[in-house]
């Protein structure tokens, strides 16, 4: 039987220490009524070699294309050690740090993490880590409502620049607690949020400004100017950043004059695979005097009775397991593993390499935004400057473009139309510092191939815009 | 030792990082960062070091029996993980098409079929990341189903007092007011005072079958009738699914909607608290509520569900398609077991649990409800020592640990006291049982002999009990020196 171990005399022995005739007396609590049948949906059980065979054939299926996506997602180097050490059964199958005499090396880890966020985000403090980037910002959203005793309003400017999937998941999460979602239309010439937008709002009872930086175009924001917005208006501002361009850009610690309040974000991109969408982990800091209003596990380093330094699950006193209806969020775990992976892949780089990673994402993407609109049918939609993605116009139907490069085992972008109607045609192209000068020669060759066959076959063309 | 404590300046035995600066004199300056994060500088060597001795201070069930009550820690096959982390899942992006996800997405819509069947319900949706997340998924629902029928008089949750605390934790998520329901003497729910508590304010009501207090709920039919019969609808708390898989199911115990932890029941990795994944699995009537992205199969090719086919779901719960790589590590548990395999994890949970509680008694310990069966847990309370030896069950918990046991689950749930929830799971062998309750008969002849070894406890960890006051009083979550 897999994974169980009884003999037949074990389970004869236990039986008759029970008292019991047969295993199925010890059900005899439920209904008949009720009893299961034989469950003929499932199938029939697999040995791991057969299991294997179908997973490396479902595995092989999937291609392993060349990726010039992001949108959220992100095609890194994880190294070696990452997950050879996080896999590791100390960590791969321990629970949450209960018992903290018998857990000291995840507490020590998620403290070693709580630093490298802070020390990353320029903020105080963090937590042990939320579920992902999206439902991250959800609870940074909650957060800010309750940590802004200022404002009455429940009222969060949310900019159109930030992750759709990240505005939708925060509208499901925070809708049934009368929290309301303003959105800020973007600049359609720079793709960022102008401070004129929100000037409507101005006086206005503002309990928070959501920034992502990049935004989900991949553009830079003017982040010291909307912080000091927000301050002045007395809201809140809860900043979303990618961990690996803070190793570059001004981290949200550092927006404006007193800084980002809040910070929460992806952090998939510090050693985490694609696979599929997750599991990945959102991270989120804030400044000390907010510590009390924030979400999640939080661990704090203390002393033992013979005052050895030891590390121990700290301010419980705001989550579900203590507080039930009262508590700060329902979360119970964090994304522990996945912290695992992301304190060691921090550890190797160092800021050295992260910072070195987060440049070579920004040339190379730049090199590819050159190649791509080296034709005259591509051109780049947003005038400011980008991180390691932007928004390129193609003036043929982007279908008849997307298909072919799929067909070549490329993945050339994320088609904008379906969360921006207005960005018809318009693929959000990205590239890391795993995309070589030949990757981006081969996207650009295939490329200008389809073009000419499209042109040449009579499709239509729009001009290329001044 | 911390790692930054190992970092010195100026080492740079950087392999992983390109090995020169590139060119970035296009991003303005006032863009940039001015300062440098206190990262670690330290060599592969040092890492991988510092890492590996920190895995070697915990407890994990590829090293200890971990009988925590409720988490169902049993043994995660290496087999998920290997072949989850196959480069090609690894290498998918999330939003590829889905003519290049096809051996994804199989995987995914295979699974939803199994745990459709396992739990008798009608459809089932894979994004919620978390038991909590499915919680909250499935009371949202129930909230959207009430609203779509104009219903919008219901304001109530009933959730007995037995239940976990994201219970009602998630019902106040969902805009709704707890209202808590007694246990009676039997560990069953009080039917008269949940009579009184029903009317045309409850929404529903929020069950864990078998409970918290590992018995089985005896009269779900009866409570089942009583919540429909006022319009309300049943929600199913899958924590302590493993006691019944292959028994019984939510759905013929007519529940409408459940969430199950396939980090428990699946037996995908607990990685030190998560990644978790809560699917959450749904009656007829809430199937139009679904959140976002379901997979779909029309009979040649696997496809997304979107909100054009499904414009009253309640929305999109993460970026992506949840917990993905779990609920990859999940289907290949579920296909090694099969069918048959279904049936024997509760079997055998519940032998495990039965003999472990018969043991326990006969050496002389109180079980809460020694009238009822085990499921795949009991719990057992230490009221008597604490109350004639001063003894209490973090007191026992701490001692566990130095005889190489991981404690059971403490202090919960809060109706009993001074309890330990006992769950040993299927996969531990009748000696590692034994060898428990050995540990326990020699714990209780140390409480009456010489209880300072308990008091003191644990003896041989890298820490012995920590100031927890001290933790919360005098805050430090982050190193000081790091930036130095």
């Known amino acids: 039987m897999p994974f169980i171990p009884h003999s037949e005399t074990d389970v004869r022995e236990m039986l008759a220490t029970i008292g019991s005739d047969s295993i199925e007396e010890l059900f005899d609590e439920i209904p008949d009524s009720l009893r299961t049948g034989k469950l003929s949906g499932v199938p029939e059980g697999m040995i791991e070699q057969e299991i294997t065979r179908l997973m490396m054939q479902r ?108 505005r939708q998941t925060t509208h499901t999460i ?96 510090l050693g985490v695979p694609m696979m599929g969408g997750g599991p990945y982990f959102g991270f989120m800091c804030c400044k000390q005097e907010f510590v009390r209003q924030m979400p999640g596990r939080i661990v704090g380093r203390t002393v033992d009775r013979d005052d050895v330094v030891g590390y121990t699950l700290t301010l419980q006193a705001r989550e579900q397991h203590i507080r039930r209806s009262k508590a700060t969020s329902n979360i119970c775990t964090n994304q522990g593993l996945l912290v695992t992976a992301a304190t060691i892949h921090m550890s190797l780089l160092g800021a050295e390499g992260l910072k070195r990673v987060a440049q070579a994402c920004h040339a190379n993407a730049r090199k ?54 207005e960005l018809a045609d318009t693929l959000l192209v990205c590239a890391t510092e795993t995309r070589t000068d030949a990757d981006i020669e081969m996207y650009a060759d295939h490329l200008g191939r389809i073009i000419k066959t499209q042109t040449a076959a009579g499709c239509p063309v729009k001009p290329k815009m001044a | 030792m911390l790692i930054f404590e190992q970092s010195h300046v100026g080492r740079r035995a950087l392999a ?36 590996t001795r920190l895995s070697q201070k915990n407890f994990s069930i590829d090293t200890q029996f971990y009988p925590l009550g409720s988490c169902t820690m049993k043994y995660n096959p290496r087999a998920c993980n290997t072949l989850a982390m196959l480069p090609g899942f690894l290498a998918r992006h999330p939003l590829a098409p889905e003519s290049m996800g096809q051996g994804f997405l199989a995987c995914m819509y295979d699974l939803q079929e199994i745990l459709k069947e396992v739990t008798g319900m009608q459809a089932v949706t894979m994004t919620p990341m978390a038991g909590a997340q499915g919680e909250f998924t499935g009371v949202a629902m129930i909230r959207a189903y009430h609203d779509a029928n104009g219903d919008s008089e ?149 496809y997304w569900i979107t909100e054009a086919v499904r414009p009253q779901s309640i929305g999109r719960l993460s970026a992506f398609m949840g917990n993905a790589g779990v609920l990859m590590r999940a289907y290949i548990y579920a296909r090694m077991l099969g069918r048959e395999g279904m ?34 847990e009991f719990i057992v309370t230490l009221k008597r020592q604490q109350k004639e030896l001063g003894i209490t069950a973090m007191d026992f918990a701490k001692r566990l640990l130095d005889y190489n046991f991981h404690a059971p689950t403490t202090y919960f749930p809060l109706l009993v006291p001074e309890c330990l929830l006992i769950e040993p799971t299927e996969t531990e062998t009748r000696e590692e049982l034994d060898a428990f309750v050995e540990a326990m008969i020699r714990i209780q002849q140390e409480a009456e002999n010489s209880p300072e070894l308990l008091k003191e406890a644990p003896h041989t960890r890298p820490v012995r009990r920590l100031d927890e006051v001290r933790a919360a009083k005098q805050l430090d979550l982050a190193w000081s020196g790091a930036a130095e």
């Not at chain 1, 320029?122 to 992902?132: E, F, I, K, P, T």
């Not at chain 2, 509760?346 to 020694?370: C, I, Q, S």
């Open chain 1, 59 to 166: 595995a092989e299926a999937d291609g392993r294309p060349l990726c010039f996506m992001g949108a959220g997602a992100y095609d890194h180097h994880i190294p070696a050690a990452v997950w050879e050490i996080t896999t590791r059964g100390e960590f791969y199958s321990a629970y949450t740090p209960y018992q903290a005499e018998a857990s000291q090396g995840t507490l020590q880890l998620i403290y070693e993490y709580q630093t490298m966020m802070a020390q990353l985000t320029g903020l105080d403090v963090s937590n042990a880590s939320l579920y992902d980037g999206a439902s991250g910002l959800a609870e940074a959203v909650l957060m800010a409502v309750r940590a802004n005793r200022k404002s009455k309003s429940r009222r969060i400017l949310i900019p159109t620049t930030v992750h759709p999937y990240y």
């Open chain 1, 174 to 269: 925070v809708n049934n607690q009368k929290i309301e979602l303003v959105e800020v239309p973007y600049c359609p010439e720079g793709g960022n949020t102008l401070a004129e937008a929100l000037k409507q709002y101005e006086g206005e009872d503002i309990a928070a400004l959501v920034i992502q930086q990049p935004n989900f175009f991949g553009i830079l924001e003017d982040v010291d100017i909307l912080t000091d917005w927000a301050h002045a208006q007395g809201a809140l501002v809860i900043g979303v950043a990618n961990p690996i361009a803070m190793a570059l850009l001004k981290p949200p610690g550092a927006w404006g004059v007193k800084g980002a309040d809040i910070a929460c974000g992806e952090g998939q991109p």
């Open chain 1, 368 to 421: 590819l935004v050159d190649a791509l609109t080296a034709s005259e049918y591509v051109e780049p939609v947003f005038k400011r400057p980008y991180f390691h993605e932007t928004a390129l116009r193609f003036s043929l139907p982007l279908d008849n473009v997307m298909r072919p490069l799929n067909a070549h085992n490329i993945l050339p972008g994320y088609a904008l139309q379906q969360d921006y109607p």
């Open chain 2, 16 to 51: 992983q990082a390109p090995m020169q600066e590139a060119d970035i004199s296009d991003i303005p300056a006032d863009m940039l960062r001015t300062d440098v994060p206190g990262l670690p500088s330290t060599s592969e060597l040092q890492v991988v070091r510092h890492f």
């Open chain 2, 154 to 302: 219901r304001t109530e949750i009933l959730v007995p007092d037995a239940a976990h605390g994201t219970n009602p934790a998630t019902a106040v998520m969902c805009g709704y007011k707890v209202r808590e329901i007694p246990t009676d003497a039997q560990g069953d729910v009080d039917l008269e005072a949940l009579k009184q508590a029903v009317g045309p304010q409850t929404a529903g009501i929020m069950l864990t079958n078998p409970s918290t207090l590992g018995v089985f709920e005896r009269r779900i039919e009866e409570i089942a009738a009583l919540i429909h019969e006022a319009g309300g609808l049943l929600y199913y708390d899958g924590a302590n699914l493993n006691a019944i898989l292959g028994k019984v199911r939510p759905g013929d115990m007519g529940f409408d909607v459940i969430h199950m932890n396939l980090h428990k029941t699946f037996s995908t990795p607990h990685g030190g608290g998560g990644p978790g994944a809560g699917p959450v699995g749904v009656s007829k009537r809430l199937e139009p509520f679904m959140p976002l992205p379901i997979v779909g199969y029309d009979g040649d090719q696997y």
């Open chain 2, 343 to 376: 049936h024997r994890v509760a079997d055998y949970a519940t032998l495990n649990a039965n003999y472990l509680m018969a043991r326990l008694t006969a050496a002389g310990f109180d079980v809460a409800f020694p009238g009822r069966r085990a499921t795949h």
